[in-house]
């Protein structure tokens, strides 16, 4: 079972904190650190010193770790042009000598459109697929040739489809809980599906789907990643448990209920059940990017049990 980390900078953090944690997670032996998309704080952290863009930490990253993967969860479809978007990926992923992954979303949150003034259109994935077509049609366009796509939504023509990342095929991650189209799209493009804040079962039936969606797609089912996202709050006892769940503004219980939450044994325990509906790969969300002893924690109790 891979372990990576996942982040939420929106909620509060500057890029020193984030480095911080990268580097963290690569010291302990952690498969990746991602990040979330967002401009706008969420529930009642105040979000100070303000947003930090996901593409432009992510660059600041690959100069700066050496082995983890690097990564979104997920980049918001409404905030770049699927050729641009394409672009910064690919320099990313050379700068970071190829280990960059994307996760790429068809975007939800209006607040943060409204509050930055970016479009927030109402069909969101017919958009979504049309930009996987172009980031993946791109990449994958023999240098030398042109690349065209004459979509609803978007209009390339003549693109030399340039740069190339430095890994043969970036992975491309789609996720989510939507029965029909989810399904279909991370049948058709994705090397890895992530369910987020998931319960067991539902984490089961949506893997079926998506098993069904990539064989429907002339794929072989076993040729996607299948992943959780799920909160982290771990601790030695039932005190440090609790304290670091206040300091995130959640209940132990509920936190048990829909996360990783508890001992490092009842966390391995719980992780266990997700192996068995199909999960391969958990992104904790670390929601207090202060706390390294947490990291160090789960490093040494829980991931040391699953590896």
């Excluded at 996360?259 to 059940?273: F, H």
């Amino acid at each position: 079972m891979d372990l990576r980390i996942f982040t939420e900078p929106q909620q509060g953090a500057t890029y020193d904190t984030l480095l911080t944690v990268a580097k963290a997670t690569e010291d302990l032996g952690f498969d990746a650190f991602f990040r979330s998309d967002h401009y706008l704080r969420m529930g009642a952290a105040d979000g100070l010193p303000g947003p930090t863009d996901a593409w432009i930490t992510l660059a600041g990253l690959a100069r700066e770790t050496k082995r983890i993967r690097l990564g979104t969860l997920m980049t918001a479809g409404t905030f770049r042009l699927p050729g641009v978007l394409a672009i910064q990926v690919a320099q990313v992923d050379q700068m970071s000598g190829g280990r960059v992954e994307l996760g790429l979303g068809a975007g939800w949150f209006e607040e943060e459109h409204k509050a930055y003034g970016i479009p927030f259109p109402k069909e969101k994935i017919g958009r979504l697929e049309e930009q996987l077509a172009i980031v993946t049609g791109l990449w994958a366009t023999e240098t030398g040739k042109t690349f065209d796509f004459h979509g609803k939504f978007y209009d390339l023509t003549d693109s030399p489809a340039l740069p190339k990342p430095a890994q043969a095929k970036v992975p491309v991650l789609i996720g989510g809980h939507g029965a029909t189209r989810t399904p279909r799209l991370a049948g058709q493009y994705a090397d890895e599906f992530n369910m987020p804040f998931a319960s067991i079962e539902d984490t089961e039936r949506q893997f079926g789907r998506v098993r069904a969606a990539a064989e429907a797609a002339g794929r072989a089912a076993d040729a996607l990643t299948y992943s959780n996202a799920l909160v982290a709050c771990v601790g030695k006892d039932d005190a440090e448990v609790a304290r670091r769940a206040a300091v995130i503004g959640r209940e132990v219980e509920e936190l048990k209920a829909n996360g990783l939450a508890g001992s490092p044994a009842e966390v391995v325990e719980k992780i266990g059940r997700y192996a068995e509906a199909g999960a391969q790969r958990i992104y904790l969300q670390i929601l207090d990017l202060d706390d390294l002893d947490h990291l160090e924690l789960i490093s040494s109790q829980v991931q040391a049990q699953l590896s």
